[in-house]
């Protein structure tokens, strides 16, 4: 299974993001959880929000929470995380991440916002 993930950018405090997280090397995700952590500069990685792919149950982050929303694209094996009301503490990189008996990782998409 190999993860990529793209739609980072450099975006001013209030603007909006789409990132994206392509999986492949399955035609079938079930069991899987696909989700997002991100890590800031000197900061620990932490976790942001994740989607069960069978059924579509969701968990956000209390800080994320009301302001990024995760979705999936069965058709595509894609999952899309929408961040609107960006903050200046949102700045990290943003990796993609698949759980099924063991984490997998993707490369991340830097997101920069400013103040």
């Known amino acids: 299974v190999q993860l990529q993930a793209s739609g980072g950018g450099l975006v001013q405090s209030g603007a909006s993001l789409r990132l994206s997280c392509a999986v492949s090397?399955?035609?079938?995700?079930?069991?899987?959880?696909v989700g997002w952590f991100r890590q800031a500069p000197g900061k620990e990685r932490e976790f942001v929000t994740t989607?069960?792919?069978?059924?579509?149950?969701?968990s956000t982050a209390d800080s994320v929470k009301g302001r990024f929303t995760i979705s999936r694209d069965n058709a595509r094996n894609t999952v899309y995380l929408q961040m609107n009301s960006l903050k200046p503490e949102d700045t990290a990189v943003y990796h993609c991440?698949?759980?099924?008996?063991?984490?997998?990782w993707g490369r991340g998409t830097q997101v920069t916002v400013s103040s």
């Open positions: 991440n698949a759980y099924y008996r063991t984490d997998l």
């Open positions: 090397g399955r035609t079938s995700l079930h069991g899987y959880h």
């Open positions: 989607i069960k792919w069978s059924g579509g149950a969701t």
